[in-house]
């Protein structure tokens, strides 16, 4: 049974970080690659960064550039989004998902396979 199952979300300040996680089980995690995507109230779900396979390669949205951070630890089957100076337009649900198909790594939601629960993030100012 796969499973995507998500930690690390919270309250925090302006400014303030937080290390969300995410724990894979039921498939081969290394051969997949992982992204997170996040949703805020009455908003769309929108892409926040992805890694390649072997985590060599990663990608950002605008949006969070030069704040978030993508790894993975593929002997542990688990991917991780550190996230620091966060700002209040943060707030969301945070998910991380996992994609078979693509080649090196992908900003589409269309293309993953698998999805986790999420976690709330929110960011008071």
């Known amino acids: 049974q796969v499973q995507l199952v998500e930690s690390g979300g919270g309250l925090v300040q302006a400014g303030g970080s937080l290390r969300l996680s995410c724990a894979a089980s039921?498939?081969?995690?290394?051969?997949?690659?992982m992204g997170w995507f996040r949703q805020a109230p009455g908003k769309e779900r929108e892409f926040v960064a992805t890694?390649?396979?072997?985590?060599?390669?990663?990608y950002y949205a605008d949006s969070i550039k030069g704040r978030f951070a993508i790894s993975r630890d593929n002997a542990k089957n688990t991917v991780f989004l550190q996230m620091v100076n966060l700002k209040p337009e943060d707030t969301a649900v945070y998910y991380c998902?996992?994609?078979?198909?693509?080649?090196?790594?992908?900003?589409?939601?269309?293309?993953?396979?698998?999805w986790g629960q999420g976690t709330q993030v929110t960011v008071s100012s």
């Open positions: 039921g498939f081969t995690f290394n051969t997949y690659v």
């Open positions: 998902a996992a994609d078979r198909r693509s080649y090196y790594y992908s900003s589409s939601a269309t293309t993953y396979d698998y």
């Open positions: 890694i390649s396979r072997s985590p060599s390669s990663t």
